[in-house]
């Protein structure tokens, strides 16, 4: 199927339609960050700016319009720029391992034999650890912050990919037009590249996309046990750590800070959820056997 | 002939080390191809024939295949021990080979025009404008109606025999010296077949290139080759040119496969087939490997294996009882003339 065709069922699909909206709602967000909630220090627009030092949040004002969190940060500034880390997180996170899992998969599969033996043994040591104890304690080591999550994301990752796409190279290299390229007298990275790769790439690509979402939360929960972003970092996860301490609100007002939890956990879900939705959507598009 | 010869096969051996054991799928092989002639070679499924093709190719997948010994002479090079890089170069330039799957054996993802040009763009210095020129020249020698148009399509657009004609196309792109067709036409539907084969012809006078066309077919046999080799568990059984093949077969399995062939003109209740299958490769019987089979097998053909033999001028055979079949053959005859 062609480029063309994909993009125009994925608008013409209402839920992925939806998906994609969302998207480019949080792309939106994120370009005009700058505008939108403009920073005290343009150095550093990460940090988001405190109101004050008290402990208790404040609800919604004027001033602040989803109300301050936890030490008086600003929720509105951290869920604006917050965006902008979810996506980078997301994109060089997926982006990265991706990549990585590709090579390796199609390396394995392709190749065969001794390197597929000694490759996937190495995947499968990475797969034994428990995913979010290793990177915890990857990043604790590598030492608070968040390049250092996106490293220990990355390097605990990318094994999946790497199955998937050595299984589908298993498949397409079986097939007769990889042999009939051989006949011609195309060599390997010419037959990876044009014969290989772009046919086993869809099922990597919804992956990709399915683990866009994911991965942010991951990112988050990281952020939420303190081993993330560093204080005061617009992230969405440290910003439902901060109201840890204040879901269950005072006695006799359990919603009295719904807005510190609120907010930023809407803004994760609805991020996570417009990639699983276009990732379902593109799923459905591209696996003929869904199609009836 | 007295030409010389264009490729030359001598006691090729390929084996695949499988884990169960050793697996002789071609065994001992010689033939050779005249510039501008056709070579058939014919037998059942599994009996080497493709092996054959392939080791020629050297697209045996190793491990677990190996060419054990023997020599492929092409243009005074010993293929076997040509380097992979090298044989990049001779592959799609001067040994081009067909497959029998049209349908899976073209990319899905790309266009015809792309996949025609990728081997012209990869022996030949042409940029991008003249490959595609190129290409839209061998859809209309392989007789590609609309050839502008069916350059840009993909193979799902087009009909089997459309993409048997697109194959062709692919592997005379660079003016190959040998064309390996490996059953081009059991995929097809019959008025397609003959069409294909047809066209095979044409372009082997065109082209001037010598075709090695492998087939269970005895019919495609017949309609192309010039000279036949009948293999057999790995070995050629019977060598020889179309002519003398077809009024005279010497081994008794090429007779058992004539025989197996139905014919309108003869009224018959039941088909003569061979009885049995081909051996397993991983047990073959000691002996002349047909002896399982074949009705004239006496101790000798059990113990030791027949080397092939020439026979009379051109026509070579493997088997002890040459003369055992002249007997039933006559007695054949000699049946049908009293009816």
Redesign the interface.
């Known amino acids: 199927m062609e480029w063309q065709e994909v993009l125009l069922k994925l608008i013409k699909n209402k839920i992925s339609l939806f998906g994609i909206g969302i998207i480019i709602f949080f792309v939106i967000i994120s370009i005009s960050a700058p505008w939108l909630a403009p920073p005290a220090d343009p150095d550093d627009p990460y940090m988001i700016p405190r109101a004050g030092w008290s402990i208790q949040p404040k609800p919604p004002s004027e001033d602040h319009i989803f109300g301050t969190s936890e030490g008086q940060y600003d929720i509105f500034y951290g869920i604006i720029w917050g965006a902008r880390t979810a996506f980078r997180v997301g994109l060089i996170v997926v982006g990265i391992s991706t990549l990585i899992g590709i090579l390796i998969g199609t390396i394995a599969g392709f190749y065969g034999g001794v390197i597929d033996e000694i490759l996937m043994r190495i995947t499968d040591v990475f797969l034994s650890m428990p995913f979010l104890v290793a990177a915890i304690v990857l990043t604790t080591i590598l030492g608070k912050g968040l390049d250092n999550v996106m490293i220990a994301l990355v390097t605990f990752g990318w094994m999946g990919t790497a199955r998937l796409m050595r299984s589908q190279v298993l498949e397409i290299k079986a097939e007769e037009f990889i042999q009939a390229a051989e006949a011609l007298g195309a060599n390997d990275i010419r037959i990876i590249m044009k014969h290989v790769i772009l046919n086993t790439i869809f099922p990597v690509v919804i992956n990709a996309s399915m683990r866009m979402g994911s991965i942010v939360i991951t990112a988050s929960s990281l952020s939420f046990l303190g081993v993330g972003a560093p204080t005061g970092y617009a992230d969405w996860g440290q910003m439902i750590s901060f109201s840890r301490n204040w879901i269950l609100g005072s006695q006799g007002n359990a919603l009295q800070f719904w807005y510190t939890v609120l907010i930023p956990g809407l803004a994760i879900t609805f991020f996570c959820l417009s990639w699983n939705l276009v990732g379902d959507a593109f799923r459905d598009i591209l696996d003929p056997k869904l199609q009836n | 002939m007295s030409k010389e010869k264009l490729i030359d096969v001598k006691n090729l051996a390929t084996y695949f080390h499988t884990e169960e054991g050793t697996v002789k799928a071609v065994d001992g092989v010689s033939f050779e191809i005249y510039p501008g002639e056709t070579l058939g070679v014919v037998g059942e499924s599994g009996c080497g024939k493709s092996v054959t093709s392939l080791s020629i ?1 050297r ?1 045996i997948e190793s ?1 677990p295949g190996k060419i054990e010994r023997g020599e492929i002479i092409f243009n005074n090079k010993d293929l076997t021990k040509s380097t992979q890089k090298d044989m ?6 001067d040994i ?2 067909i ?3 049209p349908m ?7 266009t015809v025009g792309d996949q025609i040009m ?2 012209i763009l ?2 030949k210095d042409v940029n991008k404008k003249q490959a595609r020129q190129e290409a839209i020249d061998m859809l209309t020698k392989v007789g590609i109606p609309l050839p502008e148009q069916r350059v840009d399509e993909y193979p799902h657009q087009l009909s089997g025999g459309m993409r048997q004609r697109v ?1 062709i196309a ?2 005379l792109s660079c003016d190959p010296q040998l064309l390996i067709a490996d059953e081009p036409t059991t995929a097809l539907d019959v008025t397609i077949q003959a069409q294909i084969l047809e066209l095979m012809n044409g372009l082997k006078d065109q082209f001037g290139m010598a075709i090695m066309m492998i087939t269970h077919d005895l019919g495609v046999i017949a309609e192309v080759s010039d000279r036949v080799a009948v293999m057999y568990a790995g070995k050629i059984v019977e060598y020889t040119d179309v002519e003398t093949l077809y009024a005279n077969p010497k081994h008794p399995y090429t007779w058992g496969l004539m025989h197996s062939i139905p014919h309108i003109e003869k009224d018959v209740d039941r088909l003569q087939a061979i009885p049995g299958s081909v051996p397993n490769p991983l047990d073959f019987p000691q002996g002349c490997k047909y002896n399982t089979r074949c009705p004239f097998a006496t101790d000798k053909c059990r113990e030791i294996e027949p080397e092939i033999e020439e026979i009379e001028e051109g026509h070579q055979v493997a088997c002890w009882h040459v003369d055992k079949l002249e007997e039933a053959k006559a007695k054949e005859k000699k049946k049908k003339e009293k009816k």
């Open positions: 190719m697209l491990p990049r170069k001779i592959r799609g330039n081009s080979m497959f029998q799957e899976t054996s073209l990319n899905p993802v790309y990728e081997a990869i022996h194959m692919m592997a």
